[in-house]
């Protein structure tokens, strides 16, 4: 059974910063292609940034030079450093295998206000 669970949501201030983490089970995550995506509410779910198994990594250009996407194969987690944040960042944000098979987590609340 595979179980991807988000942790390190919160709230945080403009121009905070926040760290999501995801532990992932039952894939053979070295060779899995992981993702981060968000939903804010009333959008669409976006990608936000991914990291396929070789380590190469894109990022949407609502996250380019503030968001930072890594793994650690031996721990079978996939993070995401988010810096600078701003309002527009406010979503429920998913972690996601997308290659081989695609697996979603429940999801983690970010909130950033004031």
């Known amino acids: 059974q595979v179980q991807l669970v988000e942790s390190g949501g919160g709230l945080v201030q403009p121009g905070g910063s926040l760290r999501l983490s995801c532990a992932a089970s039952?894939?053979?995550?070295?060779?899995?292609?992981m993702a981060w995506y968000r939903q804010a509410p009333g959008k669409q779910r976006e990608q936000v940034a991914i990291i396929t198994s070789g380590g190469s990594t894109n990022y949407a250009d609502s996250g380019k030079g503030r968001f930072t996407i890594s793994r650690d194969n031996a721990k079978n987690t996939v993070s995401l450093q988010m810096n600078s944040l701003k309002l527009e960042d406010t979503a429920v944000y998913y972690c996601a295998v997308i290659r081989p098979s695609v697996y979603w987590g429940q999801g983690t609340q970010v909130t950033v206000s004031s």
């Open positions: 039952g894939i053979i995550f070295s060779r899995s292609t």
